[in-house]
């Protein structure tokens, strides 16, 4: 999948689960939740859609 079709997520996504609330009727699947943090992006297990963290992550709680 090329970076043009990857779905920008924000710290204010997370936790983040596909599929996206506004996803149409004909892409959904289970909801998964899925893990952006270790490296910035993350792929679908279902669909194959690509989300890449952008902006600033989200502080880590101590």
């Known amino acids: 999948m ?3 079709q990857s779905i920008a997520v924000t710290a204010s996504d997370l936790p983040l689960h596909c599929p996206q ?11 998964v939740f899925l893990d952006v943090l270790p ?6 297990p ?3 859609a ?13």
Do not use: F, I, N
């Open 21 to 31: 609330p506004d996803a149409p009727l004909w892409s959904q699947h289970p909801r």
């Open 46 to 48: 279902y669909c194959s």
């Open 2 to 4: 090329s970076d043009s």
């Open 50 to 62: 690509k989300y890449v963290l952008t902006g600033e992550r989200p502080k880590a709680h101590h």
């Open 39 to 44: 490296t910035g992006e993350v792929v679908c």
